[in-house]
């Protein structure tokens, strides 16, 4: 699934970065609506407003369908048929949009059947991984490879505190495969709303969770999703598939709230790990004593090195505790052990100063 995403570009970044050619090979920048209606934000959950892109046909009649226009919309499609006056009654969760029934639930099939495709734009999105041995869970960041590009002019002007958001602008945007309706309350301005397409997790993917978003992996990918035009439903259902283009790292766990906006929220991190207690010294001797005393057990093998660069998965990096688990056997063991420290330990008479 996909619960969370970061897109905190400035409006006219974010702009640049969707670059695209139009049926005629120029170069184009896509045109807003409401862009006021835009808010950055390093953690959007559902509900919230988001940019996507989409085909200018869906609202100039003559426009071309490669056009392309960016408008906020609200993650959470709303079907065009609710009678509700608040969106948030709505009974079931549109978040997501599985690939294998899309054809199936009417709340997608219908908005999908006309034509009403879009691109969730981000940075990125975050998923939570279950830790080995533990009841916390590890958030990573998951996003496109990224290709490092010189930039002109010099490099004072570049680390300035000024220009930080300008190093983004190279950033390759991550495009998901969406569906959006619009729906018109009894009361008030209409309402565009989208749900983001997911499939079976990339095999990369698959320790973190067993889903992710259906992502468009190139131009070509995104502009046959847009182009509903010109392509069909059929055709453009061939482009949803895992992707194994991506990568990510791990994540500080203030992502977990949805109100924290600030940067720490995708910067990498140390993958959350068991901890043990710190033991005094008599506590040590005691642990090593039962030790040797409790049956052996093979050590487990410490993760080798992965010579081909491929992150390790989280259950590898948590610690294992070296205490025995069962402790019918090492209570006895334990009582006399006790009694054999209060003779061998006993207090040593202080002697008289000479």
Same mark, same amino acid.
């Given at each position: 699934?996909?619960?969370?995403?970061?897109?905190?570009?400035?409006?006219?970044?974010?702009?640049?970065?969707?670059?695209?050619?139009?049926?005629?090979?120029?170069?184009?920048?896509?045109?807003?609506?409401?862009?006021?209606?835009?808010?950055?934000?390093?953690?959007?959950?559902?509900?919230?407003?988001?940019?996507?892109?989409?085909?200018?046909?869906?609202?100039?009649?003559?426009?071309?369908?490669?056009?392309?226009?960016?408008?906020?919309?609200?993650?959470?499609?709303?079907?065009?048929?609710?009678?509700?006056?608040?969106?948030?009654?709505?009974?079931?969760?549109?978040?997501?949009?599985?690939?294998?029934?899309?054809?199936?639930?009417?709340?997608?099939?219908?908005?999908?059947?006309?034509?009403?495709?879009?691109?969730?734009?981000?940075?990125?999105?975050?998923?939570?991984?279950?830790?080995?041995?533990?009841?916390?869970?590890?958030?990573?960041?998951?996003?496109?490879?990224?290709?490092?590009?010189?930039?002109?002019?010099?490099?004072?002007?570049?680390?300035?505190?000024?220009?930080?958001?300008?190093?983004?602008?190279?950033?390759?945007?991550?495009?998901?495969?969406?569906?959006?309706?619009?729906?018109?309350?009894?009361?008030?301005?209409?309402?565009?709303?989208?749900?983001?397409?997911?499939?079976?997790?990339?095999?990369?993917?698959?320790?973190?969770?067993?889903?992710?978003?259906?992502?468009?992996?190139?131009?070509?990918?995104?502009? &046959?999703?847009?182009?509903?035009?010109?392509?069909?439903?059929?055709?453009?259902?061939?482009?949803?598939?895992?992707?194994?283009?991506?990568?990510?790292?791990?994540?500080?766990?203030?992502?977990?709230?949805?109100?924290?906006?600030?940067?720490?929220?995708?910067?990498?991190?140390?993958?959350?790990?068991?901890?043990?207690?710190?033991?005094?010294?008599?506590?040590?001797?005691?642990?090593?004593?039962?030790?040797?005393?409790?049956?052996?057990?093979?050590?487990?093998?410490?993760?080798? &090195?992965?010579?081909?660069?491929?992150?390790?998965?989280?259950?590898?990096?948590?610690?294992?505790?070296?205490?025995?688990?069962?402790?019918?056997?090492?209570?006895?063991?334990?009582?006399?052990?006790?009694?054999?420290?209060?003779?061998?330990?006993?207090?040593?008479? &202080?002697?008289?100063?000479?």
């Amino acid at each position: 699934m996909c619960g969370r995403t970061s897109c905190h570009l400035p409006r006219d970044v974010l702009t640049r970065a969707c670059a695209y050619h139009d049926r005629q090979g120029r170069q184009q920048l896509p045109q807003w609506r409401d862009p006021d209606k835009y808010c950055p934000s390093y953690n959007k959950s559902p509900q919230s407003s988001s940019p996507v892109l989409l085909s200018r046909l869906h609202f100039e009649k003559d426009a071309d369908s490669s056009e392309r226009i960016i408008i906020p919309m609200r993650w959470g499609l709303v079907p065009s048929w609710f009678k509700e006056s608040d969106p948030s009654k709505l009974q079931f969760n549109t978040t997501n949009c599985r690939s294998d029934t899309i054809m199936e639930k009417q709340s997608f099939k219908v908005p999908l059947g006309k034509g009403r495709r879009c691109v969730v734009l981000a940075d990125g999105f975050y998923e939570w991984q279950r830790c080995q041995g533990t009841s916390q869970r590890q958030p990573y960041f998951i996003y496109f490879p990224q290709i490092k590009t010189e930039k002109s002019g010099g490099n004072d002007a570049a680390d300035s505190p000024d220009s930080k958001e300008k190093v983004w602008d190279n950033w390759r945007l991550l495009t998901m495969a969406g569906i959006f309706d619009c729906w018109e309350p009894p009361e008030g301005e209409r309402l565009y709303s989208y749900s983001i397409i997911t499939v079976d997790s990339c095999r990369g993917l698959s320790e973190i969770h067993n889903r992710m978003p259906a992502i468009l992996d190139g131009e070509e990918a995104v502009s &046959k999703w847009l182009d509903f035009g010109e392509v069909t439903t059929q055709e453009a259902l061939q482009l949803i598939h895992p992707i194994d283009n991506i990568t990510f790292h791990p994540v500080s766990s203030v992502v977990n709230n949805s109100r924290n906006n600030t940067p720490e929220c995708l910067a990498p991190a140390g993958l959350v790990v068991k901890k043990e207690p710190k033991t005094s010294g008599s506590s040590q001797r005691m642990m090593q004593w039962l030790a040797t005393k409790s049956p052996k057990k093979e050590a487990p093998e410490s993760p080798k &090195k992965d010579e081909s660069g491929v992150p390790q998965w989280s259950s590898q990096f948590l610690q294992k505790s070296s205490l025995p688990t069962k402790r019918g056997v090492t209570s006895g063991l334990l009582d006399r052990w006790l009694k054999k420290q209060e003779k061998e330990e006993e207090p040593v008479t &202080k002697r008289p100063r000479s």
